[in-house]
């Protein structure tokens, strides 16, 4: 079949390639959006506790197709095996209209202006590549606006004295208190720290044309039904498709950027919904599928002037793997304290993002998510067994009584956590597949048990009578929901993989726009950032343009 010659290929529909599809098809722009997961709704999904994104064991009903993508997972001592969307190793993130923006949580963080530039404020720990941002946080200050106002937003942080300046508040404000935020909030202002509102990509009150949030348990990690989370698939890919300049293709299953003679993208080859080989000419390529597979596009997109993959002259593509490592606490009280009211998270602290003696950066402490009984059931403390009277009896008496104070801790990056393509694996299409391997940096368990000290002392004032410390205590491969860094940002081309404005340092018509250009991770969820970038980088791409660059 032969396509159109367009304007911009957008690959992947998710925080990033939505933004950036929709920038450039309100511009004037002919896109096409190739998409390898399918339109999710809330219909077809529905609210099964034992079946969603985060409990993998039952399958990834927000995709990758559990049967035809797997990867390659290298554990600690070096043994490879394949692993599947199922398994955890498999570090999965959502494959489908909306990325992970369709179930996640929805915590929508700008990163504090000290995130921009660790290693001036720090230096890099021994065995790390920490570094500054070739941005600050004052460059991108009015697109985390426009995502927030754009997109939609609520929350209150003005009780936050350690936010980045920002010219504008939220556009909605934060829902009514739950209990554990009536218990959270006194007790941590009786220790000198500061609570406010979490900013959330989530309708409070109708916006945009959306209902506000219906407070149902089921949220993070599930598809919202009366559509008040704000993912791209409901926000900005439906403008851009109502543009009448983008088209979104499902199924899509792109293989390869092709260039021409001189070394510019000239097309992407994918395989479609029919699985069958597809070429779409373009004048420009936008890369959004995520840490693994925008790094693993640009593995796989090698020819002779690029034997190493496109963008990989000095091997840092897919170096720099990093995610979040989780820690906290669970509290338990002597009193009921669950409502039943979604989402859960609403309160936070932003104290010990950075300033912690001895320690690189730092985290966001917040209340977690609501949790499921079956989520509560590998909660017990050591040795408490999975089935049987003592593990019925925890869940009776705690379930009703319990708070988690979790936070994601700024995780250092290493050179040698990777993503890489395996030889001999290749997933249903023949395509290689994703090889995963290294380990964290040894400061994130520092950073993890510092968190967990102050959620268990926070715990403790607000009245909880036991604690159990909810703590990374080893090493691993980090990547999982908020992989970011294997396609790092930077002005020297022999140590980071894209520009400042996210093009590729060796091809003048190549884009990553999603958290692989993250430097670092910072101490927060960090789609916003994500989002902001894609405003920002999308923001040059149509500069430059209207100049007649990038044909």
């Not at 909306?98 to 000290?114: D, K, N, V």
């Not at 403390?381 to 994601?408: C, E, N, Q, Y």
Request: glycine share 10%.
């Amino acid at each position: 079949m032969s396509f159109k010659h367009v304007n911009a290929v957008v690959i992947g529909s998710g925080a990033g390639g939505g933004v950036v599809a929709k920038e450039l098809a309100e511009a004037g722009l002919d896109v096409v959006v190739l998409e390898r997961g399918r339109w999710v709704t809330p219909d077809e999904e529905r609210k099964d506790d034992l079946r969603n994104q985060r409990t993998t064991a039952l399958g990834a009903p927000y995709g990758p197709d559990e049967e035809k993508e797997p990867r390659v997972f290298v554990d600690a001592q070096g043994h490879a095996e394949v692993v599947w969307p199922a398994d955890g190793s498999y570090n999965n993130n959502a494959a489908c209209v909306g990325g992970g923006t369709l179930s996640y949580g929805a915590m929508a963080w700008r990163y504090m202006a000290q995130d921009f530039r660790m290693k001036s404020l720090y230096g890099a720990p021994d065995g790390s590549t920490l570094e500054d941002w070739p941005i600050a946080y004052d460059d991108l200050e009015p697109f985390y606006e426009k995502a927030e106002w754009e997109i939609g937003v609520s929350g209150d942080q003005s009780a936050d004295p350690f936010k980045a300046p920002r010219r504008r508040p939220l556009p909605m404000p934060p829902l009514p208190d739950c209990v554990e935020t009536q218990l959270l909030m006194p007790a941590a202002q009786r220790l000198g720290w500061h609570p406010f509102y979490i900013p959330m990509l989530r309708n409070t009150v109708p916006y945009n044309g959306r209902a506000g949030c219906m407070r149902c348990r089921w949220c993070c990690g599930f598809a919202c039904e009366c559509n008040a989370k704000c993912g791209t698939q409901n926000t900005v890919i439906p403008t851009a498709l109502a543009s009448g300049h983008c088209e979104l293709r499902t199924r899509s299953i792109v293989a390869g950027i092709l260039l021409d003679a001189k070394g510019r993208a000239r097309a992407v080859e994918y395989f479609d919904e029919d699985n069958r080989r597809q070429v779409q000419t373009a004048d420009l390529v936008v890369v959004s599928g995520g840490a693994i597979e925008s790094a693993r596009l640009l593995l796989n997109s090698k020819n002779e002037l690029f034997p190493q993959g496109l963008g990989n002259r000095f091997d840092w593509v897919g170096r720099n793997l990093q995610g979040h490592a989780y820690s906290g606490a669970l509290g338990l009280f002597d009193h009921d304290i669950y409502d039943d009211l979604g989402p859960g998270a609403q309160i936070a602290i932003c104290d010990f993002n950075h300033g912690n003696k001895g320690l690189v950066g730092g985290a966001m402490l917040a209340n977690e998510f609501q949790r499921l009984p079956y989520q509560f059931a590998g909660m017990g403390p050591p040795g408490l067994p999975r089935w049987g009277k003592a593990h019925k009896d925890f869940m009776r008496t705690w379930f009703r009584r319990s708070i988690v104070i979790m936070g994601p801790s700024q995780e250092m990056p290493v050179f040698d956590s990777r993503v890489q393509v395996d030889s001999r694996v290749r997933d249903y299409w023949g395509i290689p597949v994703a090889r995963l391997s290294g380990l964290d940096h040894p400061h994130n368990i520092e950073l993890c048990k510092h968190a967990s000290d102050m959620a268990e002392l926070w715990l403790k004032e607000a009245g909880a009578i036991q604690t159990l410390r909810r703590q990374k205590e080893q090493r691993w491969l980090s990547a999982g929901q908020h992989q970011a860094g294997t396609c790092r940002m930077g002005r020297d081309p022999k140590t980071s993989v894209v520009d400042p404005h996210c093009k590729l340092h060796d091809v003048d018509n190549v884009f990553v726009i999603d958290a692989s250009v993250h430097v670092n991770n910072g101490g927060f969820n960090p789609v916003l950032t994500i989002m902001a970038i894609a405003y920002y980088a999308s923001d040059f791409i149509k500069r430059t343009w209207r100049g007649g660059g990038l044909r």
